[in-house]
């Protein structure tokens, strides 16, 4: 049976989920306040319900959950609402802007029974499950350490800093391929456009398994870098986003002697064509179908949120 979802917001990234959710054949509604943009929905999107806000929706008994992607300050009190109307619900990142707000969702999606899933869309790229495998069965030996680039000449914010505007991706990543909490965490970061709102972070921690993380993070920079390196005990991952290929650095340190090990370098995985919103989605669809628990839900979502609030105190 095809679901029927509404979506709250249909802006910048909201017109993306608009056409994969279309795709789908699930998309009935769209609330939107900019007259603008529902005049365009409309055209594009002939036979959707189109209104300026979501209270209509969210109580409407035909609809069975809701996308929403609105700033991210409107997210709790949106989804606690689809909740309250017994709606499943997927928010896209950051899931809230504090702990204590996401931990309330956490609990009234439960206490609801309802589905909440976090729109962490690097979880569903083809290959970061392909790393993700690859780690856990231990084809890589012990880890060492995980490092993390996003940089780009981007869109600067005047409220969020680079952090929660990009480098949420790679924190949800980070967790999802390590398992475990960080321990420490320590961030540094300058303000050069935006008093107070950093444009270009680096952060650094430390799990309990030993694993060491580096991210950077920078709006304001010269080139698109978008690359996750993992050293192991038995060799080196490189994944480049752009190219859709996970290297394998067959190179390591022998303990004993610290004589380099060259083996070369397999491209071990290569996408053909990635769609990750799309897989996101129908991953959400079945989470409602199966009333399972998605890759990137409430607990997912919770601690990506408290480790960027570690990183604001930092």
């Given amino acids: 049976m095809k679901r029927k979802i509404a979506l709250i917001g249909a802006g910048n990234w909201g017109k993306s989920l608009a056409h994969v959710l279309h795709e789908l054949g699930v998309l009935r509604a769209v609330a939107e306040p900019s007259e ?15 209104c300026p806000d979501y209270e ?4 409407d008994p035909t609809l069975d959950a809701v996308a929403i992607a609105t700033p991210a300050p409107t997210h709790h009190a949106i989804a606690a609402a689809s909740i309250a109307e017994g709606k499943d619900v997927f928010v896209e990142k950051p899931m809230t802007l504090n702990t204590s707000e996401a931990e309330d969702l956490i609990q009234r999606a439960e206490a609801a029974e309802r589905i909440l899933m976090v729109g962490h869309l690097l979880l569903y790229q083809p290959a970061i499950q392909f790393i993700k ?14 490092h993390q680039e996003r940089m780009k000449l981007g869109r600067a914010r005047v409220v969020e800093n680079v952090t929660w505007s990009l480098g949420v991706h790679d924190i949800a990543v980070l967790l999802y391929l390590v398992g475990e909490s960080p321990r420490t965490l320590r961030a540094h970061g300058g303000s050069a456009l935006t008093k107070g709102v950093e444009d270009d972070v680096y952060l650094h921690m430390e799990f309990g398994s030993g694993v060491k993380a580096h991210l950077h993070n920078s709006w304001l920079w010269p080139e698109n870098r978008r690359c996750l390196t993992i050293i192991g ?13 996970v290297e394998l650095h067959r190179k390591s340190i022998d303990q004993e002697n610290l004589q380099n090990i060259e083996g070369g370098v397999d491209i071990i995985f290569e996408a053909e064509k990635d769609q990750p919103l799309q897989l996101e989605l129908i991953h959400f669809l079945d989470c409602i179908e199966k009333r399972a628990t998605p890759i990137s839900g409430g607990p997912n979502g919770l601690e990506v949120v408290r480790a960027l609030e570690r990183i604001t105190m930092s």
């Fill in 36 to 50: 603008h943009l529902r005049g365009k929905l409309a055209q594009t999107y002939p036979g959707v319900k189109l």
């Fill in 56 to 59: 209509a929706l969210i109580a």
């Fill in 133 to 146: 495998s690859f780690l856990d069965e231990g084809k890589l030996g012990r880890i060492y350490s995980i």
């Fill in 233 to 245: 005990e038995e060799g080196m991952l490189v994944y480049n986003e752009r190219k859709g290929e």
